[in-house]
C-alpha cells in the first residue's frame, strides 16, 4: 500500500495568480499521476509524471499551464497557472506501487477555489 | 470516442439488501476494470480490480463481474450497511496495451437504516 500526503487540503485563490500542489509518497514509486475532478464529476487524468523525465499530458492539457515537477521518487508537484474559474476544482495525485495495471492510491485532494 | 457509464442516479436501499451498480462501456476494450469508493471531500479508495479473463471477483460482501461481450461490469455490495454510503467509481483500463484507466462517473450509494 502507500499512504500519500497532499498539500495545500484546500486554497481559495484570486484569478490570474498560481497554485503549487505538493504530493508526497510514502515508498518510492515510478510514475505519479495527476487527476482533475470538476463539481460532480468524475476524474480527468491531466498528466503523468516521471522521475527524470517530462511528464506526459493528456489531451486538452499542456505544461505552460500545468507544470509538474518530478524531482525524485517520493515527491512530485503541480502548478496550476493563471488560474480563472474554470480552475476550480479537486486536484488528486495518484500512485500505483504494486506496478502498472494495479490498484492505485490517491491522496486526498486538494480543492481549489477561484475568485 | 471512449465512453464510461454509470447510474447517475443516486441508489438508494434498504439496509441488509444487496445492492448492485452497473458500468458500461464502448468504443473501449479494457484489460481489466477497477472499482473504487470516494467519499465527500476525499480521494477514491480502492475496492476491487477484475481481470478480462477473469468473470467474477469477491472480497468480503462485494463481487464484481466482468463481461466483455456486454461490456459491462456489475458491481455488488450483499448485506449493504449505512456505512456503505459512498459514490462508487468504475475504471476500465490497459485498452491496448496502455497503463492508464478512465473513471467513470460514479453512482451514489445511500444505504437506509
Known amino acids: 500500500s502507500a499512504v500519500i500526503s497532499q498539500k495545500p487540503s484546500r486554497d481559495i485563490c484570486q484569478r490570474g495568480t498560481s497554485l503549487t500542489i505538493q504530493c508526497q509518497v510514502d515508498s518510492q514509486v515510478t510514475m505519479m499521476f495527476w487527476y482533475r475532478q470538476q463539481p460532480g464529476q468524475s476524474l480527468t487524468l491531466i498528466a503523468t509524471?516521471?522521475?527524470?523525465?517530462?511528464?506526459?499530458?493528456e489531451s486538452g492539457f499542456v505544461i505552460d499551464k500545468f507544470p509538474i515537477s518530478r524531482p525524485n521518487l517520493t515527491f512530485s508537484t503541480l502548478t496550476v497557472s493563471n488560474m480563472s474559474p474554470e480552475d476550480s476544482s479537486i486536484y488528486l495525485c495518484s500512485v500505483e506501487v504494486g506496478g502498472l495495471n494495479t490498484e492505485a492510491f490517491f491522496g486526498q485532494g486538494t480543492r481549489l477555489t477561484v475568485v | 470516442s471512449q465512453k464510461i457509464e454509470q447510474n447517475s442516479e443516486a441508489l438508494n436501499i434498504q439496509e441488509g439488501k444487496t445492492a448492485t451498480l452497473t458500468c458500461n462501456y464502448t468504443?473501449?476494450?479494457?484489460?481489466?476494470l477497477q472499482w473504487y469508493r470516494q467519499d465527500p471531500g476525499r480521494g477514491p479508495v480502492f475496492l476491487l480490480l477484475i481481470r478480462e479473463n477473469e468473470k467474477e471477483k469477491r472480497k468480503e460482501r462485494l463481487k464484481v463481474t466482468f463481461d466483455t461481450t456486454l461490456k459491462q461490469s456489475l458491481f455488488h455490495i450483499t448485506a449493504s450497511q449505512p456505512a456503505d454510503s459512498a459514490t462508487y467509481l468504475c475504471a476500465p483500463g490497459g485498452d491496448s496495451g496502455t497503463y492508464k484507466y478512465i473513471f467513470g462517473t460514479g453512482t451514489r450509494l445511500k444505504v437506509l437504516a
Open positions: 509524471a516521471n522521475q527524470g523525465s517530462e511528464a506526459t499530458y
Open positions: 468504443n473501449y476494450s479494457p484489460a481489466y
